[in-house]
């Protein structure tokens, strides 16, 4: 394992994965992400405890929130252990070891349907639908 994986565990094991999890939904939701979803799956995953869910407008817009995540984690010194998918694949994972981030546009979203996988976690935020 190289030096900066090592840091990144080190960090992710000092912050709480509750807090990680409320900092990603609170980043989502100041850059407009649309649908997030947080799931406490500590009884039913062996990956991670909270997985977080939420759709991006556009490419651009996935990749302006992957960005806006890493950086705002990256304020409180937790990096992401790895980052999977491009804008143009429509959709992007941020794993930072407790916490799973998945941004997704919404077809993609729509044909993966994560949130079944993921029922038997339990939702502690969803975003409230607009009226």
Sequence with gaps: MDKATQEARAAIARTD???LAQLCV???EVHKAAEVKLYD???SSLLADYYMI???TSDPHLRALGGHIQKGL???????LHVEGVPASHWMILDYGTVLVH????KTRQY???EEL???GKVVYEMAEEA
């Design 17 to 19: 994965s509750r807090e």
């Design 26 to 28: 609170d980043i989502c």
């Design 41 to 43: 799956v500590t009884e």
């Design 54 to 56: 939420c759709t991006a």
């Design 74 to 80: 990256a304020e409180h010194g937790v990096r992401p």
């Design 103 to 106: 941004i997704f546009d919404p």
């Design 112 to 114: 993966y349907l994560l």
């Design 118 to 120: 993921w029922s038997e």
